[in-house]
């Protein structure tokens, strides 16, 4: 499938790949992009389109979409999200309380800072955002005509217990407690549960993950006395400690629900919003396996000829902010956290080719010798490979865009 723009850069129906070369030899078109492969018309022709109806199937890890008309599918797409922004600000949150600390002592600002309406962390933020990028980025090649999204959302209390109902809904576990801890050593009985038999009576609230991981979730604390919580961090206490259920990302869906929904409608004339419910049973109708592209699919409610192929985009970081490692070295230096901008020319997560086959960079070294890996992170050997045996194929962007066949990288 070639993707085809008019002379005015308006998206046209894709051609097949015979029609295009055609255009391309008699120079009555030219490439505009690679991935996917767009050209666009160098004369004026009659702007007729069909009906395109896309189907988004929202996510907190991947978003699965698909375009199609009444006989066949336009292109499948799964874009993976990050979700390693959280992780992120609270590194550099850390980071900048220790730098302040050791500054002269200034009066606190923080009171004349305050949020506009309808803010949202920055996490949930990007991620709507990468939603309406990728429906933007489609609307650029391809005349869509509809929009149907399905947004899940999820009763986590139903989920905890499903047999909740009325008032209870008011009357969870913390009721009538002062705040976390104190539930929690409740929760506990007030009793270590670090070692068996241990009697020590002051207590300690451990967090099972990191605080900047796991939050201040009940199900993520647990209670410790003083000693063993010392030694559990010393790594004396030989004891592995699981956390409950995260219900992190049930809790996003059902904060960008509305969100993304309803600026698609400030976008977009014609959007429709359909149900969880009704896309898993055109799945199971037409016998069709648990993928976010193939939820997209059933979303249009177009069950036609898929598309052989399909693209993988993988959203990443634009570029490591951390100029200074955390740990400092012996003699108070400051080790540079940053690679350089180019080695041996190629910058970090650039597509390039070898033996035939397209990897990204991974990872480099000063020394031109490149850890090269497919997208699922598949490498070419166990060893690096020169700089020297790479072709350049494109620069690195934010989103990294592979094509895949049937479960297979191409």
């Known amino acids: 499938m070639v993707y085809v723009l008019s002379i005015d850069n308006k998206p046209l129906m894709p051609c097949a790949k015979a029609k295009a070369r055609k255009l391309l030899k008699g120079k009555k078109a030219k490439i505009v992009k690679y991935e996917p492969f767009t050209i666009k018309l160098t004369f004026k022709c009659e702007n007729k389109t069909q009906d395109i109806i896309l189907g988004v199937d929202a996510g907190s890890k991947v978003i699965g979409l698909s375009a199609t008309t009444d006989k066949k599918e336009l292109i499948s797409i799964e874009l993976e999200l990050r979700n390693d922004i959280v992780d992120l600000l609270s590194t550099r949150r850390q980071s900048r309380r220790t730098r302040r600390n050791r500054l002269r ?126 030694d559990y961090h010393k790594g004396k206490l030989n004891k592995e400690f699981k956390r409950g259920k995260s219900f992190r990302y049930s809790a996003f869906m059902g904060v960008m629900r509305w969100a993304f929904y309803n600026k698609l409608k400030e976008l977009y004339s014609n959007v429709n919003m359909t149900f969880g419910y009704i896309t898993k049973n055109t799945r199971i109708i037409n016998n069709l396996s648990k993928e976010h592209r193939i939820d997209a699919l059933c979303i249009t409610r177009n069950i036609v000829e898929r598309c052989k192929e399909y693209f993988y985009i993988k959203k990443t970081r634009c570029h490591n902010r951390q100029i200074h490692k955390a740990n400092i070295l012996k003699g108070g230096k400051k080790k540079s956290n940053q690679a350089s901008y180019l080695v041996k020319g190629f910058r970090l997560f650039d597509k390039v080719e070898y033996l035939k086959e397209k990897y990204f960079i991974f990872g480099r070294r000063n020394s031109g010798f490149f850890d090269i890996r497919k997208l699922d992170g598949t490498k070419v050997n166990k060893g690096s490979i020169s700089y020297k045996k790479l072709n350049f194929i494109e620069t690195r962007r934010t989103d990294l865009l592979e094509r895949r066949m049937q479960g297979v990288a191409l």
């Open 105 to 230: 002592y200034r009066k606190s600002r923080f009171l004349n800072r305050s949020k506009p309406k309808g803010w949202l962390a920055p996490s949930i933020q990007h991620k709507i955002n990468t939603h309406l990028d990728i429906v933007n980025n489609i609307h650029q090649f391809l005349p869509i005509t509809k929009i149907i999204v399905e947004t899940a959302s999820f009763d986590i209390q139903k989920i905890k217990n499903p047999n909740i109902s009325g008032k209870e809904y008011q009357e969870g576990n913390q009721l009538d407690f002062w705040n976390v801890r104190e539930y929690v050593l409740f929760r506990d009985s007030h009793k270590c549960q670090g070692k068996k038999g241990c009697k020590e009576k002051i207590l300690n609230v451990h967090h099972i993950e990191s605080r900047k991981i796991g939050g201040d979730s009940p199900s993520n604390l647990i209670t410790l006395c003083e000693s063993c919580h010392s």
